[in-house]
């Protein structure tokens, strides 16, 4: 069976040192974080990031990712970002395809974001790294008809899309999205939340999960990672529960 990597999103614990992040990760059963630019490690700070390497190998677990708020503005820059991936050993940076919502974007900002994407793909790409679309409202990647023509359109081996699934879609719908972006998926982020942006747990919505990782898992191309974002109440005590649900969806 393929493998695909139980983990979690330090932004689940904004609030909680990265030490205290890895502890609740590795008590959990969890195999990989990755780790925010937000608060965790900052962009350009390369002695801390390489410290949250150092502390996430101690407690067995990888760095998988850096998740970064990079939202592909004309002149806004990467290579700090790209700096303190790279200090954390990654290969993967999550980016954001601007800061409006598809249906809303003018002529102008499609091609102002793909084109800062195209540049921002050369250069993760030249440092052996690859960048990967957070699939989300309010983006360009809002859907996953406008996610393809962006990947297209930018045209790079160095980008690719996760996927989540969409808030407030029915489970046939959210999982029709997945299968069209399923061969350009480098990671789920993976959480329940219902009908709206009320956090639940994961087995709230076993229907979806159990049906989008019987299918992830039977996919030629897999997502690598599936990190769990968010969990109700934003209570760390509720981390274990919620790991051992997302390891039994992957081992069923």
Known sequence: MTKIRPGLCSVTFRSLDPSQVVELAADAGLEVIEWGGDVHVPPGDVDRAARVAELTADAGLEPCSYGSYFRASPEEPLTLILDSAEALGVDRVRV????????????????????????????????GMGLALEFHSGTLADTAPTTLRLLDEVGSRALSTYWQPTVG????????????????????????????HERLPLRARDALWTRFFGEALAAPHPPRDALLEFVPGDDPALLRGEAAALRSYLSA
């Open 96 to 127: 954001w395809a601007g800061s409006i919502g598809s249906d809303e974007a003018s002529p102008e900002v499609w091609n102002s974001t793909i084109s800062r994407l195209r540049d921002a793909a050369d250069e993760a790409d030249a440092r």
């Open 169 to 196: 879609a029915a489970v046939d719908t959210v999982l029709a999205e997945y299968r069209a972006l399923a061969a350009h998926t480098g990671a789920a982020h993976v959480f329940s939340w219902w009908p709206t």
